[in-house]
């Protein structure tokens, strides 16, 4: 069964203090994994989708990477307005292209 | 362009009401989706389609039906609302373009429809 979990549920941080958030996969064959971001009261906003390890990906203050495991989603000098909850999903590359499983989310907040 | 649209964005039924939310995308996409948010649990897919006339069964379909009569349309259908239907319901599509398979997995969300049922 594949499985994503991520860490940690939340994360406060001051405005400038870059972090990174995590997340731990476990799937038979990695056809893609996807970061999102939700807003409160909002549908995910596709962030970044990464094929192969040691793809990155870069977005802004946003910079995802990808090792055989787990992906990363690090956090450059951070402003408030990137508060939200990140949601990590992956793909299998066995079954059909709707197989697509998601994380709970880290919810961060970015204080002034 | 407005995306992925949902109505309506709030409904509060009372246990063995009936009703549909509608989803409608302006992408082309051929791919579209239904999935309910729980606090606490990751989005679950509920049905989806991968085209015009074509539904199928996601992970938690039970109490649920779903129509795909245009492309742009993707209709759920509670025919005896449940207490524990109570949740966020988002609406998602995903395109699939012949060298690009891969970005099914990119899906574009509406901005959910929030149902309570007493």
């Known amino acids: 069964e594949d499985q994503v979990t991520q860490s940690p549920e939340a994360l406060r941080l001051q405005e400038g203090e870059s972090s990174s958030l995590n997340c731990s996969y476990t799937?038979?064959?990695?056809?893609?994994l996807f970061w999102y971001r939700q807003d409160p009261g909002k549908g995910p906003e596709f962030l970044f989708t990464?094929?192969?390890a040691g793809e990155e990906k870069e977005k802004e203050r946003l910079k995802a990477t990808l090792t055989k495991k787990e992906s990363f989603l690090h956090i450059t000098a951070p402003k408030p307005e990137d508060s939200a909850t990140y949601l990590c999903?992956?793909?299998?590359?066995?079954?059909?292209?709707?197989?697509?499983?998601f994380g709970i989310g880290t919810k961060l907040q970015v204080i002034p | 362009n407005a995306g992925v649209t949902q109505t309506p964005k709030f409904r509060v039924l009372k246990t063995g009401q009936s009703m549909t939310l509608l989803c409608a995308q302006d992408m082309n996409h051929e791919y579209m989706y239904w999935y309910r948010q729980d606090p606490g649990m990751g989005l679950r897919l509920i049905h989806y389609?991968?085209?015009?006339?074509?539904?199928a069964k996601g992970e938690v379909p039970d109490g649920y039906n779903v129509s795909r009569l245009k492309k742009q349309n993707f209709l759920l259908g509670l025919e005896s609302a449940a207490p524990s239907q109570t949740s966020v319901y988002f609406c998602a599509s995903s395109f699939l373009t012949s060298g690009g398979a891969r970005r099914a997995g990119e899906q574009y969300f509406g901005p959910g429809t929030r149902l309570t049922v007493t």
């Open positions: 999903a992956v793909q299998p590359s066995s079954g059909g292209y709707q197989k697509v499983t």
């Open positions: 990464l094929y192969s």
């Open positions: 389609s991968v085209g015009e006339g074509t539904t």
């Open positions: 799937v038979s064959g990695l056809r893609g």
